[in-house]
């Protein structure tokens, strides 16, 4: 079995169980080889988490900052493209909420320590700054928080991905599909930002 798809089987076990609860054993057992096959490419558990992590996770929140980058400085544009690169890359890597909510958003998940320092800059931070410098010309909101709107743009793409299991069965309505969610996101989103 080629090393990507050991690492793809890996990732989505990460994401449903846990990177603690999965161990190498249950990711051989998914994908029909031995734990020395994982051991063999991968040299443990721990080479393989930083792989998933270098090799999955990371290339998206660098395609996110490029997308960013692209958008220039108009808020606007810069959160209609951030809901859509995150919406592209749940729709291309379904794993993606689930693994943010167990590993990064809750207390004790492996991945906090790991990625903060590293995705902090390259999506937070600098979205916070071109908001802030977007209420400075008076182009947003001047009773944002451009930090705070950072958290909501966060809280407003990957959680509605990630509790999308509880609500499409709820709402039980082939509509509401991901372009339903992205221009509502984006409908609740613009009015709030207006100065």
Same mark, same amino acid.
């Given at each position: 079995?080629?090393?990507?798809?050991?690492l793809?089987?890996?990732?989505?076990? &990460?994401? $449903?169980q846990?990177?603690?609860?999965? @161990?190498?054993?249950?990711? =051989?057992?998914?994908?029909?080889?031995?734990?020395?096959?994982?051991?063999?490419? !991968?040299?443990?558990? *721990?080479?393989?988490?930083? =792989?998933?992590? +270098? *090799?999955?996770?990371?290339?998206?929140?660098?395609?996110?900052? *490029?997308?960013? #980058?692209?958008?220039?400085?108009?808020?606007?544009?810069?959160?209609?493209? &951030?809901?859509?690169?995150?919406?592209?890359?749940?729709?291309?890597?379904?794993?993606?909420? #689930?693994?943010?909510?167990?590993?990064?958003?809750? +207390?004790?998940?492996?991945?906090?320590?790991?990625?903060?320092?590293r %995705? =902090?800059?390259? %999506?937070?931070?600098?979205?916070? #700054?071109? !908001? /802030?410098?977007?209420?400075?010309?008076? /182009?947003?909101?001047?009773?944002?928080?451009?930090?705070?709107?950072?958290? @909501?743009?966060?809280?407003?793409?990957?959680?509605?991905?990630?509790?999308?299991?509880?609500?499409?069965?709820? !709402?039980?309505?082939?509509?509401?599909?991901?372009?339903?969610?992205? =221009? $509502?996101?984006?409908?609740?989103?613009?009015?709030?930002? *207006?100065?």
């Open positions: 079995m080629p090393r990507a798809q050991l793809d089987i890996a990732t989505d076990l &990460f994401a $449903h846990g990177i603690r609860a999965t @161990s190498l054993r249950a990711i =051989a057992e998914r994908a029909g080889v031995t734990p020395a096959l994982l051991n063999y490419y !991968f040299g443990g558990k *721990e080479k393989l988490v930083d =792989a998933m992590v +270098e *090799e999955r996770f990371l290339p998206l929140v660098v395609r996110a900052a *490029e997308g960013l #980058q692209r958008a220039g400085e108009d808020p606007q544009a810069l959160v209609e493209a &951030f809901i859509r690169e995150m919406g592209r890359n749940v729709a291309e890597q379904p794993w993606l909420p #689930q693994l943010w909510v167990r590993e990064i958003l809750c +207390e004790g998940g492996v991945l906090r320590e790991r990625l903060v320092d %995705v =902090a800059p390259l %999506v937070p931070l600098l979205l916070a #700054q071109r !908001f /802030a410098a977007a209420q400075a010309r008076g /182009a947003l909101n001047a009773e944002l928080d451009p930090r705070l709107l950072v958290v @909501s743009l966060i809280g407003l793409t990957l959680l509605p991905y990630a509790a999308a299991p509880i609500w499409r069965g709820v !709402f039980a309505n082939p509509q509401i599909g991901d372009d339903a969610l992205i =221009a $509502h996101t984006l409908a609740l989103l613009k009015g709030g930002m *207006e100065p």
